[in-house]
Each structure stands twice: as C-alpha cells, then as structure tokens.
C-alpha cells in the first residue's frame, strides 16, 4: 500500500518528492561533528508548572537557525530512556549538532525540539534506583504531564502549531515506549511518531493500534527502529509484525548496532528528515528491506535479496573455472582476486524456489542456503519474500505438530515414512478427526508439503482464524516408480488403501468414515489422486488435484479408461463426492493444457467439479495457495 504523507502537499513532482526523504539507510561519517562554519541553533531550559505532577519541571528546547517569534514552527517532542532526563539527548546525543548539520544541508524542515524529563513525579532525577516501582509508574504519568502541562505550556512560550499535523513525539528504549503508547494512543494530537529501540513499556501491538484503518488515516509518519544486535528487538520486531499483518503503513529500519546512543543518533538523523513534509513510505521501504534470505543458514548473507528481488549469490570456489547459478536460467557467475564468484539475477518471482550451483558443469547444492529434496536430488532452495504470504506466517496462535513415522508397507515389502501435522490440541482431546492424504509432486517426497509447502503454518492458521476445521494432515511418500504408467498409480492405490489409512486409524482417532478422508497432491499427486480417488469415492468424499490432469498422449489409455468408468458411474461419483476440487497455476503452468482437456471432459459427462486458477505457474507459490483455498471446503 503506498501512502503519501502530509495531506497539504498535492501533485508534488517525483524528482521533489525524492528529496524530500534521506536516500541512505545510515548516517554518513561526520553527520554528528560539530562543523564551524554554518548557522547554529539556540539551546532553551524551560520551567513550567506541571499541575499533573505538583511541582514545577524542566525540559529543553533546540530552536532551530534563523529562528523567529515572527514564523510559525512545527514540534518534535523527543524523549530519552530509562537512566535518563532532560539532559540525556544533550549529554550522549548531541541532537543539536546533528539538526544544524543537517539544516545547513538542506535536509531538514525548520522545527522545535523539545527534550522534556519523561519521569513524571516531584523527585525526577535519574538518583538511587532507576528501577524503583514509583520511577517506573512516572513514565507512564507522563502522559498527562505531557498532554495536560508541557504542550499547553509550549504553545503559549513559542509560535508552534497547534494541530496534530504539526506534531511529532519520539524516544529512545523507555522513551520509545512512551512514544508509541502516548503516540498511537492520542491520534488526536500526533500524526507522526517514532520509536527507537523501544522498552519493555512498550503495549502490545493490539493494544498499540486497536483500529489499523484510524491509523492508516491519521498518522503521516509512523516510524520503528532498533539495533540487530539490541537485546529489546523482540519488542519492536513484534510491533512491525502485526502493522504488517493490518497493512498499517509504517517504516521498520534495523540497523548495525546495540542498545546504545551509535544507533540512536542514526535513528534522530534520519527520522527528523521525514518530518513535516511529504513521505512516501513505500519507496522508502523498498530502498531499505533488501536483506538475507530466510533460507539461508544461520549467518550467511548471501543469497542476499535486493527490494526488487533481485538476488545477489556469492560463493567461493578458486580452482574453479565455471561456475554458474542455475534458478529459472543459467546466470554466469564472475570470480574475483580473493577466489569469489558473484552474480546477480534477474527480478524473481515471489515465493519459494529450487535453485543449483553449477561448478564446471557439476550441478551441486549452495552450502549457504537450506536444502531441499526436490527435482529429483536434495537442491538448494530460496524464499523470496511475499506481501501476500501472510497465510502461512508464524503467528502467535496455537500450534499443532508434525510428526514423523515409520511404518511397514505389506504393499512393497519395505519400511517408509510419512509426515503428519496433528491440529493444536490433538493430544488433549477425544475428538475424532477428519483426515486430508496430501501427496507432494514428481522428484519430491514425503518431506514436501511439510517444509516447501509449510502446511503446518497454513493449517494453524486457518484453524485458528475458525476458516478450516481441526483436521489430520498425512503426507506420505508416493514414489513407487513407474514413471507415469498405470503400474506405479496401481501400486500407490494399494498402498494407501491397505497401509497408509490402517496405520493412521489404527494409531491416531480419526473419522474412519468416507466423509471424514479427503485426498489431494499436486502435480504427479494430482495424477495419483485421480487414479485412486475417482475410482474409491466410497473411501474419499473430498477430491483436491493441484496442477495436474492426465498427460497426452502418454496416458491416452489411462485417462480413456477412466472416463469409461466415470460416463458409467457418474451418478455415483458426484452422489459421493462432497467436493472435486481442481485448481491450476495459470496459463504458465505446465499442466494447463492437459487439464483444460479434462476438464472438458468432465463437463462432457456431468460430472461435478469446481475449478480455481492462481497465477504463478507449476511452483510452490501455487500450491501453498491450493491448500490455502481447499482446506476451508473440507469436512463441512
């Protein structure tokens, strides 16, 4: 969602528009040294009566350069942390010569800067012990001290504004606490707030912003930072989150450093650049969000994704003499001095991928990333991230689990594994649970729908949001060889009649009814499902084929039969069948065509089905998206 802030300014040119915002995620060297010769700000102490507390208070304020009772000014009110007063931005932050850099910079919009003491009680010196429960309670009286004394006093001393779109409140760790909570608390009188590595004080998210939209309408600027390395990250990371998830716009800067005034000074020179003046927090973010792959091992940077994915891949192989990244194409890699190859791809798609290093011709797996067993081998894999892929986040809800088990199939004389996802709450209960038989593509196992498909995540989700009922999960391996003849369908029909469905009933309680099993796969699944599932609609009531239909003209004689067998029976299939969902990745994906032709023949004979396109090709992008879609049909 893009949101232009500062509803006063309208048509702005983009060029004007791109300078009104800093184009560096970090400070430059130098922008905290006092320089000589250009114009400096003036440093007030103030005294005002502070009914809230009974006691008169100081705070100070930065006038800015060429300040004049004659001009009106907006207000940044910035408070300080935990171990802090008044003094403490002065005193570790130099806030004053950061601001007259960056006016004679031209980067700054004219402003008062208040520092006032946020510890709200009659003795507020940062003495004795800061942790002390009365110390403690007085950061959140300052609210009132804050709204009821300090402002009133402020606007009667200097000419400031005195609407909210002329306010700003932000603080670092104790002080980012108090921002966010008075900030978003009183839209009423601050449109732009930050907080900077905000503290344990801080509310949780829900309590923050109990309604996104009068957020997304009234805040101009809201801004969250912290250090990679703060202790306290948790707290504004879980705050991004949920405004993510409520697609309240915001900017969510992480950068090198601790909890510490290296950070914060950082967070002051950039923040106070976006005040007061239009902001377009979307290409903001895009410039910034660029990062490590979440599928990449601990540590490793590369694969590193640009803001348009792009990805940059870095490997290290001196003796080598080719080497190459194969993901959707070949991309030459360029090796330097030190024996590193880099390259750069082009923009990926969103979602998860299956990617190589080709070495001198040698395919090989990334030993930067995770791997995966897909394409018939383990393969490196990358997650490009997804503004849409909300549905299958980890989210503070409760989860289920995924179990592994052995059995002993009596179909091929030979022990095999399958994975089940069992719903939050399974071991605590006597319910009796449907069950979905989820079945992964060809060169995939049973390993598929459990880590490329986060079925897990999907489910709890969806369980949680009450769109899907509590179900069982079984996804087991449907490699039996074959190819794609009629002998390896044959065989996995067998297999989940006479072993899969007997091992789940008789180990786990589950429906043992037709109405209580649904069967689904993609792709080579999908043709599985197909097999077994038209001809044993007296033991599944759900059908769900992802991505597949028969293959012409190698299955003529496979998908011939069947549809003698459904024109005969199709009174009875669609008497059973309590959904026959199918669902296709678009015109790009690969089976589009042999499926168009089945479903054609399904309309030929009445039998009845429904379809779902989702773009995105023959990819795990599509297929998450399936399970997302048919899980709700399921057992209702």
């Not at 804050?146 to 104790?174: C, N, V, W």
């Not at 990334?366 to 894999?381: I, N």
């Not at 030929?604 to 379809?611: A, L, P, S, V």
């Amino acid at each position: 969602m893009k949101k232009i802030a500062y509803l006063t300014v309208i048509g702005i040119l983009p060029a004007l528009l791109a300078l009104s915002q800093p184009a560096l995620k970090h400070s430059p060297a130098g922008f905290d040294t006092y320089r000589a010769g250009i114009a400096h700000g003036k440093l007030d102490t103030v005294t005002y009566d502070s009914k809230t507390v009974g006691s008169k208070r100081r705070a100070v304020v930065y006038l800015p350069p060429g300040y004049t009772a004659k001009k009106t000014y907006p207000v940044l009110y910035l408070l300080h942390g935990i171990g802090g007063d008044e003094f403490e931005w002065l005193n570790q932050g130099k806030p004053q010569v950061i601001l007259d850099n960056l006016y004679a910079d031209k980067k700054l919009e004219p402003m008062i800067v208040v520092l006032p003491n946020g510890r709200a009680m009659k003795d507020d010196r940062a003495t004795g012990n800061i942790m002390a429960p009365d110390k403690v309670a007085a950061f959140a009286t300052f609210e009132h001290d804050l709204l009821d004394d300090l402002i009133p006093f402020i606007q009667k001393k200097y000419p400031d504004y005195t609407d909210r779109e002329h306010r700003a409140l932000a603080g670092l760790s104790m002080g980012g606490g108090q921002s966010l909570n008075f900030g978003l608390g009183n839209l009423d009188k601050f449109a732009w707030v930050g907080g900077f590595s905000s503290a344990p004080n801080t509310k949780k998210p829900e309590e923050l912003v109990p309604d996104p939209d009068a957020a997304k309408s009234k805040l101009k600027l809201l801004w969250i930072s912290c250090g990679d390395h703060d202790g306290l990250m948790s707290f504004s990371k879980r705050t991004h989150d949920y405004l993510e998830q409520k697609n309240v716009p915001h900017i969510f800067s992480v950068e090198p450093g601790i909890h510490d005034f290296k950070v914060w000074k950082n967070d002051l020179y950039l923040f106070s650049q976006f005040l007061f003046k239009p902001v377009d927090i979307d290409r903001y973010n895009a410039m910034i969000k660029g990062g490590p792959a979440s599928t990449n091992i601990r540590g490793s940077k590369y694969p590193f994704i640009q803001p348009d994915h792009r990805v940059i891949f870095r490997f290290k192989a001196p003796d080598a003499q080719k080497v190459q990244v194969d993901l959707g194409k070949k991309y030459d890699m360029v090796k330097d001095t030190a024996g590193y190859w880099t390259a750069t791809t082009d923009s990926i798609g969103e979602g998860f991928h299956y990617y190589s290093l080709i070495i001198d011709g040698v395919a090989t797996t990334d030993p930067a990333s995770q791997t995966f067993y897909g394409m018939g081998r383990m393969a490196s894999g990358i997650e490009i991230p997804f503004d849409g892929g909300g549905y299958y986040a980890v989210k503070n809800v409760p989860h289920g689990d995924i179990r592994i088990k052995t059995y002993f199939s009596t179909v091929t004389k030979s022990w095999r594994r399958l994975f089940i996802y069992t719903p939050p709450g399974y071991d605590a209960s006597q319910v009796k649970y449907p069950a979905l038989y989820i079945l992964h593509g060809g060169g995939e196992d049973e390993t598929g729908w459990a880590t490329q498909g986060k079925t897990d995540m999907i489910m709890d989700n969806l369980i949680a949001a009450r769109q899907a009922k509590p179900m069982l999960v079984v996804m087991p391996d449907a490699n039996f060889g074959g190819g794609f003849g009629e002998a390896g369908l044959k065989t996995f029909a067998s297999e989940i009649k006479q072993c899969i469905i007997p091992f789940i009933e008789k180990n786990y309680r589950v429906d043992r009814t037709a109405q209580g099993r649904a069967l689904a796969g993609l792709s080579m699944g999908g043709l599985n499902t197909l097999y077994t599932g038209i001809y044993n609609t007296d033991t599944f009531s759900y059908l769900g084929v992802f991505s597949s239909g028969w293959i012409l003209p190698v299955q003529n004689t496979i998908a011939g039969t069947q549809y003698d067998f459904m024109k005969k029976n199709a009174a009875k299939i669609n008497s059973n069948l309590k959904a026959f969902w199918i669902a296709m990745g678009g015109k790009e994906d690969i089976a589009y065509k042999n499926c168009q032709v089945m479903l054609g023949k399904l309309d030929e004979m009445k039998i009845k089905h429904t379809y779902y396109e989702y773009p995105g090709g023959h990819t795990w992008p599509v297929w998450r998206n399936d399970l997302y879609k048919f899980a709700p049909i399921l057992f209702k």
